[in-house]
Nanobody, 123 residues
Framework: QVQLVETGGGLVQTGGSLRLSCAFSGRTMDVYTMGWFRQAPGKEREFVAATIRWTGSTLYADSVKGRFTISRDNAKNTVYLQMNSLKPEDTAVYYC????????????????WGQGTQVTVSS
């Protein structure tokens, strides 16, 4: 079975940066598309970014494009989310997710989820 464990969340001021990591285990990560989602209180879980299986091509939500960067290290079975220029509206629990679908743009595209890591941006 696939397991995902997120780390790197925390408290940061507006304009600051955080780097989230997601450790993938149970399979070879190369064949899985990896994604990041987030969920703020009272809101639905939303897509943030994804890196496509094999190719490493990336997709971003409009709200984070230009500020966040997703990357993957297949040798380490790890995916990262570098978050820069953070805003209070980025405050949420961030989840790592994965699936064999080529395109991950919504929660229904994902087969496995991590436990989440809290990101809080103060202002």
């Amino acid at each position: 079975q696939v397991q995902l464990v997120e780390t790197g969340g925390g408290l940061v001021q507006t304009g600051g940066s955080l780097r989230l990591s997601c450790a993938f285990s149970g399979r070879t990560m190369d064949v899985y598309t990896m994604g990041w989602f987030r969920q703020a209180p009272g809101k639905e879980r939303e897509f943030v970014a994804a890196t496509i299986r094999w190719t490493g091509s990336t997709l971003y939500a409009d709200s984070v494009k230009g500020r966040f960067t997703i990357s993957r290290d297949n040798a380490k079975n790890t995916v990262y989310l570098q978050m820069n220029s953070l805003k209070p509206e980025d405050t949420a629990v961030y989840y790592c997710a994965t699936g064999r679908a080529t395109w991950i743009r919504g929660t229904n595209d994902c087969e496995f989820w991590g436990q989440g890591t809290q990101v809080t941006v103060s202002s």
